[in-house]
T-cell receptor, first 110, second 114 residues
Framework: GEDVEQSLFLSVREGDSSVINCTYT??????LYWYKQEPGAGLQLLTY?????DMKQDQRLTVLLNKKDKHLSLRIADTQTGDSAIYFC??????????FGTGTSLTVIP | EPEVTQTPSHQVTQMGQEVILRCVPI?????FYWYRQILGQKVEFLVS????????KSEIFDDQFSVERPDGSNFTLKIRSTKLEDSAMYFC????????????FGSGTQLSVL
């Protein structure tokens, strides 16, 4: 399977930008997803990027992909308290498998 | 928006008992998955299922586990003889053709093995 690594914790002040980073190992990953998990809840798809793109913007979310370094990041602009959650990076392999990172717990301080 | 439905939401069982977790994937989807998340830990892949057979499974998915699509709508995960360490949240997921199609998750079944 694919190894997906993320920092475990991130704290930001409300209104600041958050940047959550992810590294992966499978260079054949086709699509790369970001999922959000609020406490006690399931996994909610936030956004994704195709592997031939460098950047994708979706309202407050910006995804950056460095395919050479196998590095993915999620930037949340104007972070709100409602953004507090665990964020999972999930590359999709060419074999249509999805592997999840360790998750980054984002805490937004009012 | 279409939903993946999982039942029950909570399941409590005694060690050594068999449990069946049920899932109804989105109706036109073709790929089905089970993941689990032990409290406070990462989401772990268990198994994927396509064209009525297992397409990939992880080391966790040993002989105690099995999956089945008994009819056109349900997708089940059976644990034959549960162990304490099987206690986790089990998520079912499905997707259509893959490749940019969303992986839709159910809300999970919390399994507690006593």
């Amino acid at each position: 399977g694919e190894d997906v690594e993320q920092s475990l914790f991130l704290s930001v002040r409300e209104g600041d930008s958050s940047v959550i980073n992810c590294t992966y190992t499978d260079s054949s990953s086709t699509y790369l997803y970001w999922y959000k998990q609020e406490p006690g809840a399931g996994l909610q798809l936030l956004t994704y990027i195709f592997s031939n793109m460098d950047m994708k913007q979706d309202q407050r979310l910006t995804v950056l992909l460095n395919k050479k370094d196998k590095h993915l990041s999620l930037r949340i602009a104007d972070t709100q308290t409602g953004d507090s959650a665990i964020y999972f990076c999930a590359p999709q392999t060419a074999g249509n498998q999805f592997y999840f990172g360790t998750g980054t717990s984002l805490t937004v301080i009012p | 928006e279409p939903e993946v439905t999982q039942t029950p939401s909570h399941q409590v069982t005694q060690m050594g008992q068999e449990v069946i977790l049920r899932c109804v994937p989105i109706s036109n989807h073709l790929y089905f998955y089970w993941y689990r998340q032990i409290l406070g830990q990462k989401v772990e892949f268990l198994v994927s299922f396509y064209n009525n057979e297992i397409s990939e499974k992880s080391e966790i998915f040993d002989d105690q586990f099995s999956v089945e699509r008994p009819d056109g709508s349900n997708f089940t995960l059976k644990i034959r003889s549960t162990k304490l360490e099987d206690s986790a949240m089990y998520f079912c997921a499905s997707t259509g053709q893959g490749g940019g199609e969303k992986l839709f998750f159910g809300s999970g079944t919390q399994l507690s093995v006593l």
